[in-house]
């Protein structure tokens, strides 16, 4: 059952929030599974969304005022809403002040983390006296966030000081290695965990053809190297990875398919590579053969039957992306058809659970989801409620606009999240902000026990993500290379 709920979003200037931020809104149950968005902007600039589930918490786009353009969570002290009105910047400052509270119990905190919740106090003191109010409302949201972020980080510091992680597996994939040169030197050095290709039009060019000759040949580095290895992916429905001869055929014939590479592939590399994305990207988001949402739960299952049967020692990811699920409120895909009812990561895997699929670890994509550090953590604890181990198996950031990009991009496209340089945190992005990301998050992660191996996406220019990856295309570092080398110290201990 829904029913209407009104959600006044004000800016700085104490008017309503411009219209393409106000378009972002979505609600969520407190487990973050999306509502699909259905909202209208009144005369008023009031938001009127229907809202599906009780209690339910906001998200929406802010341009946060020292901080960024970032999505922001009003969960009402994690108890969720059930009113019919909401001022969003007034419950995400009480949202955040909350939160940093909650993470700051127990612990001495920094000057820098202190001084922002003392000035998230302050600012509100001063907007509710009437002082500029709508200005230091949106102040007083930007330090708590600062704040609440900084008691999260401190803490997994904290915790990573007495609890090291020695058995933590830190990755990156291996697209770009070409032999003994610089690329090779700095990888090794940092690394302890190789994700190798296994796309089909890279291994399967032609219908029967299998060549695994570039694998063999990184594979033999990372042995070489004391780097575990790890295969990606064992199937991926993206358009752009598939072979042309797969194009036209039916679902019967591509999933049997997938269970004959999968078994000979799997197979193959037995005791060489024992950890596998089974299946990549299954929740609806790349589904370039318009599967139906029954034929991708059943895809799951063949995949990973088929490596459990293949290497019963293997361990065999369920690899997500989009972790938030904004695409289910704003419905929309990558490739394929957009259903009725659009399946979230997270109901992915409650589905596959419930319906018994024999998986060992859930693998979540983290490129720059435009959102602040204690929501992602937030985000985590509900990946890791499945009782399984949890890899961040794709991640980046970008250290600054690629060449000849502009920095004021359009913050109303409603795919943003994926953008490139859309979003900013703490400052807009260059080396030493992206270094700070890598260092608060891989803190973050490593301080939590079922997080096993966070693996970087790409190493070295140009990358998926662009200016996201280590090292330049001259294979020059960036800065975020000796932050994660330093940093690589304290967590394995």
């Known amino acids: 059952m829904s029913n209407i709920v009104k959600v006044r979003i004000i ?68 108890q969720g ?23 700051s119990a127990g612990l001495r905190l920094s000057a820098y983390a202190e001084g922002h919740l003392n000035a998230a106090h302050e600012y509100r003191e001063l907007a509710d006296k009437g002082i500029d109010s709508a200005y230091c409302l949106l102040k007083a949201l930007s330090h708590a966030i600062f704040a609440a972020e900084a008691a999260l980080y401190e803490a997994a510091q904290a915790k990573i000081e007495t609890s090291p992680r020695p058995d933590m597996l830190l990755g990156c994939n291996t697209h770009k290695y070409a032999g003994d040169n610089l690329h090779s030197d700095y990888f090794t050095s940092l690394f302890n965990f190789a994700t190798i290709p296994f796309y089909y039009y890279q291994v399967v060019p032609e219908e029967g053809v299998f060549d695994y000759a570039r694998r063999d040949e990184i594979l033999e580095w990372c042995e070489s190297n004391q ?26 014939e591509l999933s049997q ?46 995949c990973c039957d088929t490596v459990r049967e293949s290497n019963p020692d293997a361990t065999s990811i369920i690899n997500v992306c989009l972790p938030f699920g904004e695409y289910v409120a704003g419905k929309f895909v990558c490739y394929g058809p957009v259903f009725d009812q659009p399946v979230s990561p997270l109901a992915f895997l409650e589905r596959a659970v419930e319906k018994g699929i024999d998986f060992d670890a859930v693998g979540v994509q983290m490129y720059f989801p435009a959102r602040d550090m204690v929501a992602i953590s937030l985000l985590l604890n509900e990946y890791a409620r499945f009782g399984k181990p949890v890899h961040i198996t794709e991640m980046g950031v970008p250290s600054g606009p690629a060449r000849g990009e502009r920095d004021n991009v359009d913050t109303a496209d409603p795919q943003s999240q994926i953008g490139l340089t859309k979003g900013l945190w703490h400052a807009p992005w260059d080396e030493h902000v992206q270094a700070d990301w890598v260092e608060q998050f891989y803190t973050i992660t490593s301080a939590r026990a079922e997080i096993k191996a966070l693996t970087w996406w790409d190493f070295q220019d140009p990358g998926f993500m662009k200016t996201s990856p280590f090292l330049f295309e ?20």
């Not at 809403?81 to 993470?103: G, P």
């Not at 990549?280 to 053969?289: G, I, L, S, V, Y």
Request: glycine share 6%.
């Open 11 to 78: 800016g700085t200037n104490g008017e309503a929030a411009p219209e393409y931020l106000l378009n972002t809104l979505y609600a969520s149950d407190l487990h973050f599974e999306p509502d699909i968005r259905k909202s209208s902007i009144m005369s008023d600039g009031t938001v009127e969304i229907e809202v599906t589930k009780k209690p339910y918490m906001l998200h929406a786009r802010l341009d946060i005022p020292l901080y960024g353009n970032i999505w922001v969570m009003a969960h009402n002290r994690g």
């Open 81 to 103: 809403y059930t009113a019919n009105t909401i001022d969003f910047v007034s419950e995400a400052l009480k949202t955040y002040i909350y939160e940093a509270e909650r993470l």
């Open 227 to 252: 780097m575990k290895a790890k295969g990606h992916p064992l199937w991926f429905g993206h358009g752009g990875v598939n072979p042309k001869w797969m194009f036209g055929k039916s679902y019967k």
């Open 257 to 302: 398919f997938a269970r004959e590479y999968i078994k000979k592939t799997v197979t193959r590399y037995r005791g060489r590579i024992d950890v596998w994305d089974s299946i990549n990207e299954p929740h609806d988001w790349a589904n370039c053969f318009d599967f139906t949402q029954d034929e991708l739960m059943d895809l799951a299952r063949i």
């Open 474 to 493: 001259d294979q020059v570092p960036r800065e975020m290379y000796f932050r994660l080398k330093a940093l690589k110290k304290r967590i394995m201990g």
